[in-house]
């Protein structure tokens, strides 16, 4: 098993950026497919991005294309959400997610471990 933990969550004014954290521990990192959801008020969780196991392949939700940069050290066994030129349209609860596969994964049903969640705040 894995345990996440995000961090780096906070509050940010439109066209600023955040880099999300998502410490984990357990069994080895490199062999997790990551990925990261959010969830806004009212609304279901949704896909942001995703990195395969490797690193060497990544996947975006229309939406956050061009802005957003999954990431990950497999040494430092962390991964990474590089957030620029926010809109207030990101506000969510922003959560990291894993499930021991050596490759991508795309859908919330595929992911077994969650985090706790971060709070992403983008004022106007």
């Known amino acids: 098993q894995v345990q996440l933990v995000e961090s780096g969550g906070g509050l940010v004014q439109a066209g600023g950026s955040l880099r999300l954290s998502c410490a984990a521990s357990?069994?080895?990192?490199?062999?997790?497919?990551m990925g990261w959801f959010r969830q806004a008020p009212g609304k279901e969780r949704e896909f942001v991005a995703a990195?395969?196991?490797?690193?060497?392949?990544?996947y975006y939700t229309d939406s956050v294309k061009g802005r957003f940069t999954i990431s990950r050290d497999n040494a430092k066994a962390t991964a990474y959400l590089q957030m620029n030129s926010l809109k207030a349209e990101d506000t969510a609860i922003y959560y990291c997610?894993?499930?021991?596969?050596?490759?991508?994964?795309?859908?919330?049903?595929?992911?077994?471990?969650w985090g706790q969640g971060t709070q992403v705040t983008v004022s106007s």
């Open positions: 997610a894993a499930r021991y596969y050596r490759g991508i994964l795309y859908h919330e049903r595929e992911y077994d471990y």
């Open positions: 357990g069994r080895t990192f490199g062999d997790y497919a």
């Open positions: 990195i395969s196991s490797s690193g060497g392949t990544t």
